[in-house]
């Protein structure tokens, strides 16, 4: 067993190192956070809708000449919301939508602080990052 020197004579054992917090909630050991616990289940639920758009026709969207969410778009959004989903941290989107070019767009409006994250998922599995305060685009990243 490690030990801990406070001085030359007080020796203390060193603590145990730190169970990962992986292992805590799959014993059932975690305290749930509320609102991540939330969030999870919100997320949870875009993947269920993200799944759906394999099965949707778009109509409105092919009659105007826009592709709907194509196959690949689809497979690395479900990527992208089980990384998130892993994280737990990220808070759910407003909304989720076909980006018209084959591509799908998760949304979060800040109403309070008018502020618009935007994670686009393109037709060709490309991930961007977008962050808008006031209408302008004052962060882009491309994730992959």
Known sequence: ???????????IPAPPPPIPTG??????????????AANRETWRQVTEKV??????????????????????????ALTVVGI??????FPPPSRVLPNGEGGIVFERWEREAARLER?????????????FDHGKRIAHHRLS
């Open 1 to 11: 067993m490690a030990t801990v020197e406070l001085d030359e004579k007080t020796m």
């Open 23 to 36: 292992a805590l909630e799959d014993a059932g050991l975690m305290i749930a956070d509320p609102k991540q």
């Open 51 to 76: 799944s759906m758009m394999r099965f949707i026709a778009f109509p409105d969207l092919e009659a105007e000449g826009l592709l709907p969410p194509v196959a690949r778009a689809i497979e690395e």
């Open 84 to 89: 998130i989903t892993k994280i737990g941290t």
């Open 119 to 131: 994670i686009e998922v393109s037709g060709n599995g490309r991930v961007e990052l977008s962050l």
